[in-house]
């Protein structure tokens, strides 16, 4: 259900503090805190001695003691304390994950530990950039997270779910050019000659038409990046007010999905007014995904065995990550070395990497 060796977003850095912090990533459940010295650590949140959660525990120096018998542990996940006796057992200790901190979020690995490459975590540097402003939301939605996927791969339900902040019906009016490098795929919409949407004609103070594009690049499988803009006609689209939003989606459970987002903008930055703006209008549409998408869940789970989706051409993009998310938990489950996208791999074909645009 989940690939294991890969980066998933844990945390925003401000989450985690001293006090010790549970999280469960892909159905891992793991207990977040930090040391004297400020460095991040990743336990398995589970008591060697009798299972007992150790985020219901408290830190000691630079161990975390569990609160049932006090069991201590050190951020390598070895026991160094056993209250009861001065031997402590062999087996005593906890499985420790990889953690990474980058511009504000903290990644986590929980597959193979030997597999955890720091360089594979995709690039988020808006968020830590003075040139860029950004606005910031967490939600746990209610669905599996391939629905958040295919939801920020096929963004044609702007024009329906976000009608009164970012939707019009010029969106699904334009075709989209999808691209496949490795495990990347971007899905992109140039939509020439339109007025910018409600919340951005507001915060960017633009009036008449402007050529708007939305580029969604989903690191398969955690990750989407939206280069999304206005820009003057027909001009660069470097040239115009830019925006990144930053889309980290963790699993929780089966039903359950952590959504890290970000919202980076190269405009009014200094505008107090515009990030509040921003803030409220943002939140609406989060709110309005989250609302959808539980009840695409239950949609999926009344549905009956061997009724599968309808896809149409605006759906190049969702079935393309579909397929290299597949393979991806194909090969983890059946152990084999390298990844999508590797030399050899089967999406990294000169057919899989030419761009494909849907009218």
Known sequence: MYVLNTWYVAAWSTEVTREPTRRVICEV??????????KPVALADRCAHRAFPLSAG???????????????????????????????????RVSSYALHEKDGWLWIW????????????????????????????????????????????DLTHESFLHQTTVGDDYIYEHGITVEVDGDVVTVDRLMPGVEAP???????????RYDRFHATEFHVPSYHVLHSGITGEGRPREEGYLIKVLNGITPVDADHTWYFYAFSRNFAIEADWATK???????????????????QEIG???RPAGEHD??????????????????????????SPGSPGSPGSPDSTAAERRPVTVA
């Open 29 to 38: 459940p793991v207990v977040l805190f930090r040391t004297r010295a400020g």
């Open 310 to 335: 309808v896809l149409i051409g605006q759906d190049a993009g969702v079935a393309k990550a579909r397929r290299i998310l597949s393979q991806r938990l194909a090969r983890e489950n059946a152990g």
């Open 110 to 153: 929980v597959g193979d530990q030997d597999q955890a490459d720091v360089s594979l975590i995709p690039d988020t540097h808006w968020m830590a950039d003075p040139a860029w402003a950004t606005v910031t939301h967490t939600v746990l939605f209610e669905c599996r997270h391939d629905l958040i996927h295919d939801n920020l791969l």
């Open 300 to 302: 999926m789970k009344e």
């Open 277 to 295: 703006e921003l803030e409220v209008g943002l939140a609406t549409v989060l709110e309005e995904d989250a609302e959808a998408l539980r009840l």
């Open 198 to 208: 409600p919340l951005y004609a507001r915060t960017m103070g633009t009036e008449g």
């Open 58 to 92: 408290r830190l000691v120096y630079d161990s975390i003691e569990c609160g049932y018998h006090g069991f201590a542990y050190g951020p390598d996940g070895a026991c160094t304390r056993v209250p009861a006796q001065p031997s402590i057992p062999t087996r005593a």
